[in-house]
């Protein structure tokens, strides 16, 4: 969708009159949507929707009202997280709006790769690059918040990018449901329902995201199973498809489309590794315009390992809680403080014994070589690390540390403190402290 003019005037007045990091932050990435008599500016978290309400709102208002074309006033202007947008289907006639659906960010080159995803970004890329060739459908499962819509929408991304006039066609399979639904309860009902499913007919691409909630909608499968054989039997159409499941192990679902939708090819996406999940943290962190230390997005990835969802989600609300009390910095100290709840959770979960475990597996030395008063190197370091991982992930205060190492507080502390200093300087200090953070919290 173009950007209505009345927003590009207030954009590149706006412009002058705040700071650079506020504009390139805050105003540029919106996306403005005008209804005739309503702007949406829709943002692409949570953070920036509430900072762009809280601080900039009422002046783009003034603006708005400024610049408004004469006869088209605008009367209200919104600001929402684009999650909050209820994804339409693409009109396939209108080519002009095949963009506006995909989210801007889901692109191949945001999505950061692991051992966890590398697969299924290489399986994507290749449909996107030859699409209806051999991988058709592409099926992409795993379970929420690991970017398998990310994923999917970078295909019709990649293919628009490459042919603006392709009719990449994006539909969740619930706005599939609902509509279906909407048209079986009028009048006309087959004719609406013909006219609904039509519009398919004419892609060259199909991204339905989700379809594991079509189970045990009858009607709806037997439509779309037709959409499906439709497009599969034109030589020139890819299809490619996601789900919180592999399709037999959803419950519900018809047999005939279980089968056509592990036809052409699937692929699971996982949780990230450590390491990963601390790479997307400092991407989504930069494209905030905002640098965040790799300790620092380690400590988050460490206790955030539920979904990406959840852990951006977090990062937003570290970056909130730093730009609303104006720290120059992110520490993990802070956000230790501002996620005590979250992180009380998951530190319940790891002991001191397994850390202790760990640790003296990792070194292949025993457990009363850290425990023992040997003042070997080869067992004090071991200790200190062991002593340090206590700290970070347990909950426990420093005296139950010691006596779980025979030892008092303050040599504990300075251990602590010792760790902390050798893993800026010394590389090898660092990877052994993460491979073992790695093994307790994956
Ligand atoms: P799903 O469809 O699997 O539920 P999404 O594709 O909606 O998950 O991803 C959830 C969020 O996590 C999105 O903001 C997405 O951009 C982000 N995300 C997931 N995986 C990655 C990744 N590997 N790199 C960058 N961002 C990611
Ligand atoms: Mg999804």
Not at 257 to 278: H, I, N, Q, W
Not at 288 to 304: N, R, S, W, Y
């Amino acid at each position: 969708m173009a950007e209505p003019d009345v927003w590009k005037k207030c954009v590149s007045q706006y412009k002058s009159e705040v700071t650079t990091r506020d504009f390139e932050q805050f105003i540029r990435p919106l996306r403005a949507i005008n209804t005739g008599e309503r702007l949406i500016l829709e943002a692409q978290n949570e953070y920036v929707t509430k900072q762009v309400h809280q601080r900039h709102l009422q002046r783009i208002c003034e603006l708005v009202a400024q610049h408004c074309d004469p006869g088209h006033t605008i009367l209200e202007v919104q600001v929402k997280t684009s999650d909050q947008v209820e994804p339409l289907p693409v009109s396939v006639k209108q080519s002009t709006e095949k963009r506006s659906v995909l989210k801007r960010e889901y692109t191949f080159a945001r999505f950061v790769e692991g051992s966890s995803n590398q697969y299924s970004k290489q399986v994507a890329q290749e449909v996107a690059k030859k699409p209806a060739s051999k991988i058709n459908p592409l099926l992409i499962y795993g379970s929420t918040g690991l970017g398998k819509t990310h994923l999917m929408q970078s295909i019709g991304h990649y293919i628009l990018g490459r042919n603006n006039q392709a009719n990449v066609c994006y539909m969740n399979a619930q706005t599939f449901v609902t509509e279906m639904v909407l048209a079986l309860t009028r009048d006309n009902a087959s004719k609406r329902v013909r006219r609904f499913t039509k519009q398919f007919h004419q892609a060259d691409v199909l991204l339905v995201d989700d379809i594991h909630l079509f189970a045990t909608k009858e009607k709806c499968q037997e439509e779309f199973f037709h959409v499906f054989n439709n497009l599969i039997d034109k030589e020139n159409v890819q299809i490619a498809l996601t789900s919180d499941r592999y399709p037999h192990e959803i419950e519900g679902l018809d047999t005939r489309l279980r089968s056509r939708f592990v036809m052409g090819f699937c692929t699971e996406v996982k949780l990230p590794d450590l390491e990963t999940r601390a790479a997307i943290l400092v991407q989504v962190a930069r494209e905030q315009g905002i640098k965040l230390e790799p300790d620092v997005a380690l400590f988050i990835a460490t206790h955030v390992k539920s979904n990406v969802r959840e852990l951006i989600g977090v990062l937003n609300k570290v970056i909130f809680d730093a730009e609303y009390h104006s720290y120059p910095t992110i520490t993990i100290e802070r956000i230790k403080e501002n996620l005590k709840d979250l992180f009380a959770v998951h530190r319940r979960r790891i002991t001191i014994e397994k850390i202790q475990t760990t640790v003296v597996e990792y070194f292949h030395i025993r457990l009363s070589d850290i425990l023992g008063s040997s003042r070997l190197q080869s067992f004090v370091r071991p200790r200190h690390i062991a002593m340090a991982l206590a700290h970070e992930l347990t909950s426990l205060p420093l005296q139950a540390i010691a006596r779980h190492f025979n030892r008092d507080h303050t040599t504990v502390m300075s251990g602590i403190e010792r760790i902390r200093k050798l893993r800026k300087s010394d590389m090898r200090v660092e990877e052994d402290y993460t491979s073992i953070l790695r093994k307790l919290v994956n």
